[in-house]
C-alpha cells in the first residue's frame, strides 16, 4: 500500500487503512458526531444541457464544517467512512439533505433535478431501498427528479447483484448514472443490463481532449457508445469554452465543471442562478 497524508495531516494508506491507529478512531468519532451536530454540508455544481442551454440540474458534493480544522472536502475523510460502518447513516443523511433543499426549489416551481452520490457499501446495503422510497414520500419529491450517481467500480463488484438491487431501486422511478466512467473496468454486458439513465463520462479524459487525440478519441467513442445504449452522457470537469464547443460538436448532451460554477452551498448557488440568468 501506499502511504499519503492528506489535507488533515492525517496520513493513510491508499487501498486500506490502519485499522486501529489513533487518528483513524478519532476521525471516526467525529464523523459520527458531525452528523448529528450538523456539520455536513451540501455543495451544489450545475448541469448544463447543451442542447437547451439550460441547467437542469445539480449534483450535490458533500462538504464538512469542521469545529477546528474548517472546510473539509470528501477526499479528505470519505475513505475513512466508507471502510467503516459510519457510511450508512451517512449516505442517509446526505439523501435527506438533498431532498429538503430541492423541495424548496419546487416549492418556487424550480423543477432541478439533484443527484447524490452512493458508495459501493450503500449499493449493497438492503436498506437502501426502503430509506429512499421513505424519504420521497417524506420530502413528496418527484422521484423522476433524484438521481444516484454509482461509480462504475461500485457497479462491477458484483455485478450481478447490483443489476438485482438497481432494478429495485429502478421501480422507484429515481434515475440512475455511472459515474467517472472510463476509469474503472466496465464490462459492457452488464452495463446494458443495468437500468442506467445516464454515463458520466471522467475528467481525465474531458480535461485535455483538445491538445491529446487519444482523450479525444475516447471521449467521442463513449458519448457513440451511451447514445447507442439509449443513455444520456455527461462530461465532467469541464474548465473552458473550447471544449464545451468541441463537446457541443459530438453530441455531448450535457456538462459539468468549473467554467461554468465550482460546487456552491445552496444558497450561494441561488444567487448563481440569478446573476446568470438561469
Ligand atoms: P465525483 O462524484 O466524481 O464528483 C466530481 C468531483 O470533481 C467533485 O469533487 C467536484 O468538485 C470536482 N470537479 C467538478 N468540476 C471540476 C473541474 O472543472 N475541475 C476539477 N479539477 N474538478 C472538478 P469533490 O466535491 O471534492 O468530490 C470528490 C469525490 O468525493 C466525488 O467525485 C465523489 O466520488 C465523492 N463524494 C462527494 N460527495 C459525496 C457524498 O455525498 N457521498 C459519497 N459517497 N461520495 C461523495
Ligand atoms: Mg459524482
Ligand atoms: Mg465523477
Ligand atoms: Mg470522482
Redesign the pocket.
Same mark, same amino acid.
Given at each position: 500500500y501506499h502511504a499519503k497524508t492528506n489535507h488533515l495531516g492525517v496520513s493513510f494508506y491508499e487501498r486500506e487503512f490502519d485499522t486501529n491507529s489513533p487518528e483513524r478512531l478519532m476521525l471516526l468519532a467525529d464523523l459520527n458526531n458531525a452528523i448529528k451536530e450538523n456539520q455536513l454540508v451540501l455543495f451544489y455544481q450545475p448541469k448544463l444541457n447543451l442542447q437547451t442551454q439550460t441547467v437542469e440540474g445539480f449534483e450535490a458534493l458533500i462538504r464538512w464544517q469542521h469545529p477546528e480544522r474548517g472546510l473539509l472536502f470528501p477526499d479528505s475523510f470519505m475513505p475513512l467512512a466508507e471502510v467503516s460502518d459510519v457510511i450508512y447513516p451517512f449516505t442517509d443523511h446526505v439523501i435527506e439533505l438533498a431532498m429538503q433543499q430541492q423541495k424548496q426549489w419546487l416549492s418556487e416551481g424550480k423543477r432541478y433535478s439533484v443527484s447524490v452520490n452512493i458508495s459501493a457499501r450503500n449499493l449493497m446495503d438492503e436498506r437502501l431501498y426502503p430509506h429512499l422510497k421513505a424519504c420521497l414520500k417524506k420530502y413528496k419529491t418527484p422521484a423522476e427528479l433524484f438521481e444516484l450517481e454509482l461509480?462504475e467500480t461500485a457497479l462491477m463488484q458484483d455485478p450481478e447483484r447490483a443489476i438485482t438491487i438497481l432494478k429495485r431501486i429502478a421501480t422507484l422511478n429515481v434515475k440512475l448514472s455511472v459515474? $467517472?466512467f472510463g476509469t474503472g473496468y466496465s464490462s459492457l454486458a452488464y452495463l446494458r443490463r443495468l437500468p442506467l439513465n445516464a454515463l458520466k463520462i $471522467?475528467r481525465v479524459f474531458v480535461k485535455d481532449m483538445l491538445e491529446n487525440d487519444q482523450d479525444e478519441i475516447i471521449v467521442h467513442s463513449t458519448i457513440a457508445l451511451a447514445h447507442n445504449l439509449k443513455l444520456q452522457v455527461i462530461a465532467e470537469g469541464v474548465e473552458n469554452l473550447e471544449i464545451i464547443e468541441r463537446l457541443q460538436g459530438i453530441n455531448c448532451d450535457m456538462v459539468q465543471g468549473y467554467f461554468l460554477s465550482q460546487p456552491k452551498p445552496w444558497k450561494e448557488m441561488r444567487q448563481w442562478l440569478k446573476d446568470n440568468n438561469y
Open positions: 461509480t459515474d $467517472d $471522467d
